[in-house]
Structures are given as structure tokens and as C-alpha cells.
């Protein structure tokens, strides 16, 4: 007997053996969000970047490793490589099946796990409730990346079981849904001379984790490295935005985690930030977002160097005593007002202000002497088509907006418009994507979906991206079709017009085929034929 209904105020899941209920869901969701940027140089699975790494280089580095370390403390390492790993697919996991049953979501983990190369998984025995906090999980491994890389290191059987990362991450994975530390142990491996590989997993408790998990009670709880605090609510549901200082400011996504790892280091000392990018990338917000977590007791004046007189910043910094003196665009500054700049740095006084200076280059048009005073610490934002992973993020905190701006329903975009708001070069940024989504909220009618139209108008098509195909090939994800031209062949028309077909065969023929060559998706086959999937889908039925 299972219950798992995500409205169940006890939400629990119980099956072993040969249950249906074990068996798990399509992942073509978590295929959907895995992408290919050839252009930059880069693989995403949702916001975060992934890499694609030879199973000769995991040969090289657990060998590195084990010499340099021993066997100990290099299985620890790679344990806790794998935790991370879990954990942040866990997170991932959260998002992108908020709505689904919690044995879905769980099993999101085991089908990431597939999905980037490591293992194949099926379930033998899954029982949680979350609740309680009561897990217990044993499953199946097959052709475990680990076990291979043993095997290709010509080591012959093992002595004890060799999958280090991927128990690390099965625990990463399941502490997270679980919000409760959970740790798995290999029962039996392949590279030992079983079958296949076979872990089992239950609740840590109140006991001392084993010498590989020894990070579990070295690190800070909360972060990706240690297990998640039990809470309150379900561990399985998203949580909710915290307001400590550790969070980073709403305008940081995946692409600026270094940026703002940077900024915050420096953020409570006193010294002058400079921070450089294009127009657009979002500096003023990460300014305020230093002032914010500096503790300074005194407000946040911010102004525009370019035309600034020197009387208008003699009262911005008695204004900003206490606090911070944002200037912004510093390279737009004028001669004379560099030259006030650096009579006002060398008068610092107990209540000065702290000095935040935004570029839009490197600054070279300021004199040397000031560029290095209020460049102290220097920081580079990237611009967004540096991080197109933070555009889907960005993309819904826009819709949001403009949904409690204009007293709407919250808009949805259509699949073909984020192809092509992930393919745009941006070089307004930040801003450009706001303004975007902000026309396209008001000319969208509620109840439809944003589409190309309403963003970029009918005319602008984005580049390439490739995806994953039904037989997990790379193809160019398919766009929309062209429109048949009027100077199209006659001789196409004319061979339709010789045989002797109706126009309801061959419809169904078009999309027969369209749906084969899509390998049974829907979506893809609509696509290729200028379709939505609701109108496929009625006329597929039809025939």
C-alpha cells in the first residue's frame, strides 16, 4: 500500500519487487532541460553548467588520487564529489517536478543519474516517509561508469566495492528529498565479481558516519556539502527564499555565482569596489546588494558620474556619510570632477562614505592615480550571453513582475519563444530581457502564450541549439517550418495531384511519418508540421 498524492497531509510511498509502483516515469522532462550551446562552449541542465568528461580522465584522477592520498582519504574525496553532485541534482529535481507525485520526484535522482552517463538504476525496494523522516531504499546498478573505469585501469577484481561518486550522490540526493542526512553503502559490486552492483540506503540518525562521510560533521549545515536540517514542512517541496545575509541578492543566477562570490568576500570590509560590464548586466543591483550586506548604518546614494557638478557630489558624500557613494558609469567622469574625486579620497574623515564606482570598459579614461584608488578591488561582470543559463531564471522573475504590475494572470511562453530567447545575443543584457518580457505582457491577450511575435516580432529567428533526439543523438532542435513559397515547383503539386489521394489520407500520412521520425514526441512531430501538440494530438486521434 502506498500513498502518494502531494496534497497528503502524510506524504509516504511504500512498494518492492515487481510493483508497478516501482516503476519509473518517462524523463523526457529531464531530457527537456538538459541543452547543448556549441556557439559558447557550454552544457546545461536547467541553470546549472555541466561538462562532459572522458571516462580515461576519471581513470587518470581516481589513480592521482589513490596514489597521492592513499585509498582512505581518496574514496572520501570522491564520496564527496558525488554528494554535491546529488545534492544539486536534487535541487534541480524540486524544480522541475514541483507538481509531480513524490515517488516522481524522488526518482528524478536515479534517471539524472542515467541521464549523465554514470549508471543505469532500477528500483528494487523504496520506502520513505517524510514525514517521520523513515527511509529505506535498495537498488540495482548497471553499467556503472565507476566499475568501468576500475576495470579499463586493468586492476582485475577488487578487494571491496569500487563505486565511491555514485554512492556519494545516491546520499546527496536522497538527504536532500529527505531533509535528513541518508547514506548508502555498496552491499555488492561488479568490479568485485557480482552480477552487478546493489546499494542499499536508510537514515544516518544519530550515528557517526563512516570515515567517508566524515565531511557530513566538518562543514556548515545547509550548504550542498553537509546533510539538510530536517524542517518544519516537507523536505520534498521547494523552499521558500530566506532573507539571511548569506543568500545571494535576487539579481544573481547560475553565471554570476562567481561574481558574486567575489563581491561578497569583500562586501563587509571597507574598501572601494569597482565593478565592471556592459550596460545592462545588472551592476547597480549587485552595488546595492554590497551596501546592503556591508552593515553600514548610514543609506545608499547613488548618482551618475557623467555630468555630475562638483557641488552635486560635495553634498552626495555629506549625504552618504556612514553609508555608501555609488557613482555610476566612473568613466564618464570629467576631468574636473576626477580631480574633486581625489581631493575628497584624500580627506577621509570617521564617518566617509564607503565608495562603490561602476565602468563600462576598463576604466582607461580615468587619471591612473584615481583608477587605482577607487579600483582597489575590481570585479567583471559577464554579460548575459555569457551565462544563458541564468536567462530562464531571469525569464520567470520578469513574468512575475509584469504579471502583479499589470493585475494579470501570470503569462506563459511557448516553447518556441524560449528556444529563442535562449539563442539571443542580448546586447542590452539584463535590461533588454526585462524590456522584452515587458512588451510581450502587454501585448500577449491572457489566456495565451507568448510567442516569437510578441517579443522579437515575426522576422527574427535565433540560432542554432542542439538537443537530444529519441535515440539520444545530437540533432539541431527543430524549428518552425517554412512557409511554402508562392514559387514553389509545379511539379510537387502536380505528382500530389496524380495520385489519387484525399486530402484526409494525406494528412494522416504527414503526420504519421512527422510523429516516426520524432520517435513518438508529440511536441517535435507538431513542429516539424507548423502545429501546436493539443492540435496534433486531435488530429492524430482522428485518423
Not at 574514496?75 to 564529489?81: D, G, I, K, N
Not at 503539386?493 to 484525399?502: F, G, K, Q, S, T
Request: hydrophobic share 40%.
Amino acid at each position: 500500500m502506498s500513498t502518494d498524492d502531494p496534497a497528503a497531509s502524510s506524504p509516504s510511498f511504500v512498494a518492492a519487487g515487481d510493483d508497478d509502483a516501482l516503476r519509473l516515469p518517462d524523463s523526457a522532462d529531464l531530457l527537456k532541460a538538459l541543452r547543448f550551446w556549441p556557439r559558447d562552449g557550454k552544457i546545461t541542465l536547467g541553470d546549472e553548467r555541466m561538462v562532459l568528461v572522458h571516462l580515461g580522465a576519471l581513470v587518470a584522477l581516481r589513480g592521482e588520487l589513490v596514489a597521492a592520498l592513499g585509498v582512505d582519504r581518496a574514496r572520501a574525496v570522491l564520496t564527496h564529489m558525488g554528494y554535491v553532485s546529488g545534492h544539486r541534482d536534487g535541487e534541480h529535481a524540486r524544480k522541475i517536478r514541483s507538481a509531480a507525485s513524490y515517488f516522481e520526484r524522488f526518482a528524478a535522482g536515479p534517471q539524472l543519474h542515467a541521464l549523465e552517463g554514470m549508471v543505469s538504476v532500477t528500483p528494487l525496494e523504496v520506502q520513505f516517509d517524510l514525514e517521520s523522516g523513515r527511509f529505506r531504499g535498495e537498488f540495482a546498478w548497471r553499467n556503472s561508469a565507476e566499475v568501468e573505469a576500475h576495470l579499463a585501469d586493468g586492476k582485475g577484481h577488487a578487494a571491496e566495492p569500487v563505486c565511491w561518486m555514485m554512492v556519494g550522490y545516491a546520499s546527496g540526493y536522497t538527504s536532500l528529498f529527505m531533509g535528513r542526512p541518508v547514506i548508502f553503502r555498496e552491499l555488492a559490486c561488479r568490479a568485485c565479481g557480482a552480477r552487478h552492483c546493489r546499494i542499499f540506503g536508510a537514515p544516518l540518525g544519530d550515528a557517526v558516519p563512516p570515515p567517508e562521510f566524515a565531511f557530513l560533521t566538518r562543514t556548515r549545515p545547509g550548504t550542498p556539502h553537509s546533510p539538510v536540517p530536517a524542517a518544519a514542512t516537507h523536505p520534498a517541496e521547494p523552499a521558500a527564499a530566506s532573507s539571511s545575509d548569506d543568500d545571494e541578492p535576487d539579481v544573481v543566477g547560475t553565471g554570476l555565482r562567481p561574481t558574486w562570490s567575489l563581491l561578497a568576500r569583500v562586501a563587509a570590509t571597507s574598501l572601494p569596489v569597482l565593478l565592471v560590464g556592459e550596460p545592462g548586466v545588472g551592476k547597480r543591483h549587485l552595488a546595492r546588494a554590497v551596501h546592503a550586506r556591508s552593515r553600514r548604518d548610514g543609506p545608499l546614494i547613488a548618482l551618475r558620474a557623467g555630468g555630475l557638478r562638483p557641488d552635486e557630489l560635495a553634498a552626495a558624500i555629506d549625504r552618504a556619510a556612514r553609508g555608501s557613494l555609488l557613482l555610476a558609469d566612473i568613466d564618464d567622469a570629467s576631468p574636473d570632477l576626477q580631480a574633486r574625486l581625489l581631493h575628497a579620497l584624500d580627506q577621509p574623515g570617521p564617518h566617509a562614505p564607503r565608495w562603490l564606482t561602476t565602468a563600462r570598459g576598463d576604466a582607461a579614461r580615468l587619471r591612473p592615480e584615481l583608477r587605482h584608488r577607487l579600483g582597489v578591488f575590481p570585479v567583471h561582470v559577464p554579460p548575459l550571453r555569457e551565462r544563458r543559463e541564468d536567462i530562464v531564471p531571469l525569464l520567470h522573475r520578469c513574468l512575475h513582475a509584469q504579471a502583479a504590475a499589470l493585475a494579470r494572470p501570470l503569462a506563459r511562453v511557448s516553447e518556441r519563444a524560449i528556444r529563442d530567447l535562449l539563442d539571443h545575443d542580448y546586447p542590452g543584457n539584463v535590461s533588454e530581457l526585462w524590456a522584452l518580457i515587458a512588451r510581450a505582457a502587454v501585448l500577449v491577450d491572457p489566456g495565451e502564450c507568448i510567442e516569437r511575435g510578441h517579443l522579437f516580432g515575426e522576422h527574427e529567428r535565433g540560432g542554432t541549439r542542439l538537443a537530444l533526439d529519441h535515440r539520444g543523438a545530437l540533432q539541431p532542435e527543430p524549428g518552425e517550418p517554412e512557409a511554402l513559397p508562392e514559387s514553389a515547383p509545379d511539379e510537387l503539386v502536380d505528382a500530389l495531384l496524380d495520385h489519387p489521394l484525399a486530402l484526409d489520407s494525406l494528412e494522416q500520412a504527414l503526420i504519421r511519418r512527422a510523429v516516426e521520425r520524432a520517435g513518438g514526441n508529440l511536441s517535435a512531430a507538431a513542429r516539424m508540421l507548423g502545429l501546436t501538440r493539443p492540435q496534433l494530438a486531435y488530429r492524430h486521434r482522428k485518423g
